[in-house]
Nanobody, 124 residues
Framework: QFQLVESGGGPVQAGDSLRLSCLSSLRTFSTSAMGWFRQAPGKEREFVAATNWNGGERYYADSVKGRFIISRDNGRNTLYLQMNKLTPEDTAVYYC?????????????????WGQGTQVTVSS
């Protein structure tokens, strides 16, 4: 049984937008920092964005800053990633992750739970 389930990925054109969702069944969701990571073919998993437990703090990778927005709805146990102005370089499997701590983290080692991922493919 998966505790983090991503959805919202798919094929899009360059310049389009997508919103990813991550539904959590973790009882600690509302007190956990959450993050989004991605992994492109042949590349290592990389940090995309993170938020602290209440959404008051957010941090982005330079490659997505100004285009992506991370948010969360603790009442719905859901994490979001709004992705705008997508480019082919954004093509990857996107993963959400949950931390055991309230403060956000940018390294994958700071997260204890991972979803299965959702594929985003951006064509030019």
């Amino acid at each position: 049984q998966f505790q983090l389930v991503e959805s919202g990925g798919g094929p899009v054109q360059a310049g389009d937008s997508l919103r990813l969702s991550c539904l959590s069944s973790l009882r600690t969701f509302s007190t956990s920092a959450m993050g989004w990571f991605r992994q492109a073919p042949g590349k290592e998993r990389e940090f995309v964005a993170a938020t602290n437990w209440n959404g008051g703090e957010r941090y982005y990778a330079d490659s997505v800053k100004g285009r992506f927005i991370i948010s969360r709805d603790n009442g719905r146990n859901t994490l979001y990633l709004q992705m705008n102005k997508l480019t082919p370089e954004d093509t990857a499997v996107y993963y959400c992750a949950a931390s055991a701590y309230q403060n956000l983290a940018t390294l994958s080692g700071g997260y204890n739970y991972w979803g299965q991922g959702t594929q985003v493919t951006v064509s030019s």
